[in-house]
Nanobody, 115 residues
Framework: QVQLVESGGGLVQAGGSLRLSCAASVSMFSIDHMAWYRQAPGKQREMVAAVSNGGRTNYADSVKGRFNISRDNAQNTAYLQMNSLKPEDTAVYYC?????????WGQGTQVTVSS
């Protein structure tokens, strides 16, 4: 069982930045991929960014060049640095830990970008 706790969400003006953190209850060396997803009201949950244990990253087209995902295995924490935020980035952001046989989710953190 893996528990994930997100933090760092909040209200920010368009063009601003936020940094989300996701602390895992187990060694992150055992987690194949860490990822961030988001879900806006009335929309399906979508993958925002992912990072493998080897550091390979993947981003949704809508956030490329603005968001950066990273993981610190020694601290069992993953991060999502969000820059140049837009109102359309407003959503609940979820951290996910993808292991070989299962996926675990955090409780979500609200990000609201005002215009």
């Amino acid at each position: 069982q893996v528990q994930l706790v997100e933090s760092g969400g909040g209200l920010v003006q368009a063009g601003g930045s936020l940094r989300l953190s996701c602390a895992a209850s187990v060694s992150m060396f055992s987690i194949d991929h860490m990822a961030w997803y988001r879900q806006a009201p009335g929309k399906q949950r979508e993958m925002v960014a992912a990072v493998s244990n080897g550091g390979r990253t993947n981003y949704a087209d809508s956030v490329k060049g603005r968001f950066n995902i990273s993981r610190d295995n020694a601290q069992n924490t993953a991060y999502l640095q969000m820059n140049s935020l837009k109102p359309e980035d407003t959503a609940v952001y979820y951290c996910a830990a993808h292991l070989r046989m299962s996926t675990y989710w955090g409780q979500g953190t609200q990000v609201t970008v005002s215009s």
